[in-house]
């Protein structure tokens, strides 16, 4: 695993200090600001499409701005900053990156962007809205001249390049990039400016299938799709590095001179021929997406390439828009995560049939056809081994679909690795810490193998922030509905001993409040102890005083989630929790609630992570009758609620930008009946959490800078499954719940869910987040933030039976098997404890006790669930029954009382049958 220097980490950390750091310097006087440079405008000739208004420059042809049709203001491409990235160096839509080589010689790059000269103009006119010879760009010695066409076909705007071999040998083209140059860019943007204006880019790196989606951050449609012309697939999507930057190489000319920060994602190529960069850049990496290739041209040989730009109605439309152009469009379900338990389906719709699928590796993916209609092909999913797996589908015409799968034990096992791991690999008891961390679950270093005991980002080792609590939210959240005594006791352990009293105030005015890190830097009162390799010097590095500092709001959840765990194991579970009684731990959530509005205000105005936490802690101090407390929380929380009902984008964080509070923003507004601001929370959420046929993208809410904050290899980078991934899951799946006709919500959701899940290795470690850079492909070796991520996963964890109009009975989390009358599942998901079926609106969930089958009988809407054998510390099944769809009619089980809200059902030495009638 590659690694940075320390000077690289510090100049990072000095770049990108969190917004919120700055909060005091904005509130002081403010300084002259120096004035903006001011640059020329850029000559520009407009064209136009049925689908869209664009420009292109007048010297160098490339994109200057792309609108939807009837939406001048719009621009898909960073138009506005058109002229201050004008000189040579800024790549755009339109510019290409060659590496050539003559047979057995040493690799040449070319750029079209690095150092321009004139183009030359060649006849347009029709459909050819301009054309030229942009050869002389590349440099005198460049073996393939470069022509470029701009087309308007069938609605769409097509991008065409020839690349002919003028020289008298063979070239090999073994690099060739097309940069994707859309307006990412979040930087002096207000949040509400970036809604309206900026778009988020995700690959499916699917080859002959691949394409980009660009979506608006508000939600809204249209979204622009990028599809490949022939013989030019998506093999690679390569990061194109600001230059300069740590992460270019000395002489890389592809690379762009826009800061890549936590306000700007930075460009990509879609990369077609990727064997050059492989054997160069990319030799350390783990396995690509797709096997690198090369192509070599004759003398006097031509090859076509290109893509197809064109707009879906809306973000839902994207799949239909892919059929109407002649895509083939693949849909897992439920996603593409397949645990070697459960059988998953994939369904194909291609104009061509298909002729043959491969799995790569051999074995470790098998696809049973099985027979369906309206223009589908179905099939049988199963997985065998453990790690990444891809389907190779190959058309009647030739054409290679790429399908990457990921591929774990069974969920159960999943949960019970996690939880041995972090309380015993990760457990830290060590009576001589002068920080006195101990007994905890710590931060831990896979490529190591040790707990983290420093890091100059001191909340990593200090069991506070994200980067630091992330372990042992974790191993709390597994026991919500995996419980094992022996790891329980441990975790009583630490909140008596570390949390309460040391993390978190235990006495006095400010009681419950959390301070920032137990970690921190004093080398006047521990000389000895800190790391000299380890730079110091960077506001990462904590003093004791700021350490102490309890105004940071984000830390309360977490301690939040270790009261409510254990109060609800304490109340539903027989000796599970034995230093304390439930009410012991639901008040202490009660007061870290309290504390936080209290002694941490500015960021409490934000949606937290995890804060759909405290959502069920209010609601469990109702159904618990601490009227008082409940009504405390509620006033607090209405507050917030009444706040963020009045922004346009009510999910602001100390970020520019962020994806972690949409969550907690949702759930009040749900809460509190603000349906139309939960709607557009949602609609937020989509824009930047895709669908998509691969299992490190589908499900993958967007967060590209938390390498910085939590993992060992600190970079701005694309990360694959980040603790985002299952919180955004929770609201999506709420709100199919509520309209199970949005089947795209729960696709999304269960993508999200499931790839948390990928984060798990073998053992049970859990990696922050997997780095998605072609240099790298590998997951982060630090566990880092993960532990917010497997809260929202162990929180939201179920099965859900699906009639959908076209696919027929499906299952998310479960295996389906019909007989006469009766469709059946059996969950597999991670908790096995709630289950939604679709048909009837019924949510049921269990606060106690497993489901092991349901049946469902469409004709008469009964419902027949079988319960787990009872077990030392459960007694008894706790049964939660909803109507969540409006308009579906209530359930109850016949004959069981209601207790506290919830069905009391006796277990037994053998499954328990249940049957639930509606109302």
Known sequence: MTNLRPLALTALLLATTPLALNVARAQAPAAAAPAKPVYAPIAKTAHRTPQFQLDLRTDTQTLARLSPVGEPAFDFTPGGREAERAGDGYVHVGDIHLRVRAPGGAWRDFSSAHRRQPIRPLPAGGAVLAAADITASLGADSPLRIERR???????????????????????????????????????????????????????????????????????????????????????????????????????????RSKRAQTSEGFYDWTIASKAFAEQDWKDAGQPWNPPTSFTLAPGAHRVIGVRLVTAPSIRAIEDTLVAHGRPVAVGIPGYVAPTDQTLSLFLKSPKPVARIESLPAGALTATPVKTGAGWARYAIKASGWGRATLSITYADGQVQAIPYFITKPLDQVMADLGRFSTTKQWFEDPADPFKRGPSVMTYDRQADRIVTQDQRVWIAGLSDEGGAGSWVAAFSKQLDNPDAAEIAKLERMVDQTIVGRLQVADGPQAGAVRKSLFYYDPAALPSYYDPKLDWTTWASWSKKDSEDLGRSYNYPHVAIAHWVLYRLARNHEGLVRNHDWRWYLGHAHRTVVAMMRDAPYYAEFGQMEGDVFVDILKDLRREGMTAQADEVEALMKKRADHWKTLPYPFGSEMAWDSTGQAEVYAWMRFFGHQPQADETREVILAYDPTIPSWGYNGNARRYWDFLYGGKVPRIERQIHHYGSTLNAVPLFDAYRADPKDFHLLRVAYGGLMGGITNIDQQGFSSAAFHSAPDMMSWDAYSGDYGMGFFGHAYAAATYLVDHPTFGWLGFGGDVTQTPGVVRIAPKDGARARLFVEPAGAWLTLEAGKIEAAEYRPATGELTLTLAARDATTATARLIVEAATPGKRPYRPVGAALERGAYALPLADKPVTVVLKPN
């Not at 020289?167 to 073994?174: D, L, N, R």
């Not at 940069?179 to 809604?195: C, G, K, Q, W, Y």
């Not at 093999?235 to 930057?245: K, T």
């Open 150 to 256: 701009w087309v308007s076909e069938r609605g769409g705007l097509v991008l065409r390049f020839v690349l002919t071999n003028t020289s008298k040998a063979p070239v090999e083209v073994g690099g060739l990039g097309l940069p994707m140059v859309f307006d990412n860019i979040i930087t002096d943007r207000s949040l509400e400016e970036a809604h309206a204006q900026a778009s988020f880019v995700d690959p499916y790196i699917g080859r002959d299938a691949g394409y980009l989606q660009v979506t608006r951050l508000n939600g809204k449609g249209p979204a622009l799709l990028v599809l490949p012309e022939a013989a030019t697939p998506l093999e690679a999507y390569r990061p194109i590095q600001q230059a300069g930057s740590p992460g270019a190489k000395p002489g890389d000319i592809f690379t762009d």
